[in-house]
Structure formats: C-alpha cells, structure tokens
C-alpha cells in the first residue's frame, strides 16, 4: 500500500511525504522545520515518521528544509523489501530527475517536476502508474503577459525550464489509463497561472482514465493523505 501527500509546492518550497507499508520518506524536501511540522501534523505525522529523504535536484526550493532536524540519509535510488524507488531524467536547467515508487502489491507512483519537457526514454517508465505528480507550472498566455522579464520568460518556456498546462495535459492524454486513480498537479506559478485552469487542463487530460481524481496542489496547505491500495 502506497500513502502520500503533497506538503508544499511552489516556488516556496517542494515536498511530498511518501509511505509504502508503514515505511515513511520524502520526495524533496524544501521547506523549513516549523513549516514541515505544521504539514505533518495535518496528516498525522510527524518528522519522525521521515526515513529517508529523495532529492529531485539541488535548487533552494527543493533542498532549503535538509539541516540538522533531517538528519536522514538522502538517495537518488531506494530498494528496500517494502518499496522501490527509482529515478529517470527531466529536462532542467539543473541536473533534475523524476522518481517511480513502487510497492509489493504493483502500486505506481511518479514525481515530475521542473521540467521543461519529459524525454521520450523516461514516459515509458509512466504508462501503468496508480498516481501521477506531474508539473503544471504555467500557461502559456499568463506567462508572456506577466511581469516577468523577457529573459526569465524565456528560461521557463525553454526545454530546460519548466512544464506548461498544455503539455503536462498532453503527456497525461499519452499515459493515462482505466487504473490510474490520481493525478496531483504540482509546482503551479503564482503569476503565470491559476488552480481553476490547471484543473481543467490537468482534467481534459485524463479522459482515458474516468475515475481518476485530479488535485491541484498548493504552496501553503498539504493535500490530504491518499491511498493506494
């Protein structure tokens, strides 16, 4: 059985807690001590409950919370009798990559964010997940009315950027499938998009999959517990 939640995601700070059969760890970790207690408590946890930690790539928002109260070792691969979490390449300007976790009973979960695009080689490794965290970061049309310069909108349109509505909406219309039961969209801009219109894009992209429940996670509250059973 796989549980997770999304604590934080944003430019503020990213993190998800993950566990698989009792056995707790973090997909990154980018939020401080007080912030992360508050998200844990809100799931019934605690940071006690973090065995270990997984770090996507080494930008502040995904790092900034590792310090002496995590005092837990960090993987980029994790093979224990209970999970599997293993990773594939993004495209970032950053050294970035994505993770499966995966349990004994043939639960899937992937973690994509900070993205400009998914490389070809890493979406088959996303065709029979459970869940799927997938980048929503903006849409297009925001992005370029926006008061971001030039420069930085570039950046973030570029394939070593980040992951717009239209093509996570894309790639979830290539993967989605009857058995996938989430889709938690994550790291949305704050001025270059809004939670109702990654909802519908995130939505029009997993018609293949109609019991699949789409969550759009935020910077300042965690999603609640989800299970994968």
Do not use: W
Request: charged content about 20%; overall charge negative.
């Amino acid at each position: 059985m796989i549980r997770f939640s999304v604590l934080s995601s944003g430019s503020g700070g990213n993190a998800t807690y993950v566990e698989v059969d009792g056995y707790g760890f973090l997909l990154d970790c980018g939020i401080n001590k007080k912030i992360m207690t508050q998200r844990l408590k809100t799931i019934n946890r605690s940071i006690s409950d973090v065995k270990h930690i997984h770090i996507s790539h080494d930008h502040t928002d995904h790092i900034q919370g590792i310090g002496p109260h995590m005092v837990v070792g960090t993987f980029k691969h994790f093979d224990s009798d209970k999970v599997k979490v293993t990773n594939f390449n993004l495209s970032h300007d950053f050294d970035c990559v994505g993770f499966i976790v995966s349990d004994n009973d043939g639960n899937k979960l992937a973690y994509i964010t900070d993205t400009g695009y998914v490389p070809e080689r890493s979406i088959a490794q996303l065709f029979d997940c459970n869940a799927i965290l997938l980048e929503f970061n903006y849409d297009m049309r925001s992005l370029v009315n926006s008061a971001y310069s030039d420069e930085l909108q570039k950046r973030i349109y570029s394939a070593v950027g980040h992951l717009s509505n239209e093509c996570a909406s894309d790639l979830l219309k290539d993967i989605s499938h009857p058995g996938l039961e989430y889709v938690v969209c994550l790291h949305l801009s704050k001025n270059s998009n809004n939670p109702e219109l990654v909802r519908y894009e995130a939505e029009s992209g997993v018609y293949e999959a109609p019991s699949c429940k789409v969550v759009v996670a935020e910077q300042d509250n965690a999603t609640p517990m989800f299970t994968l059973i």
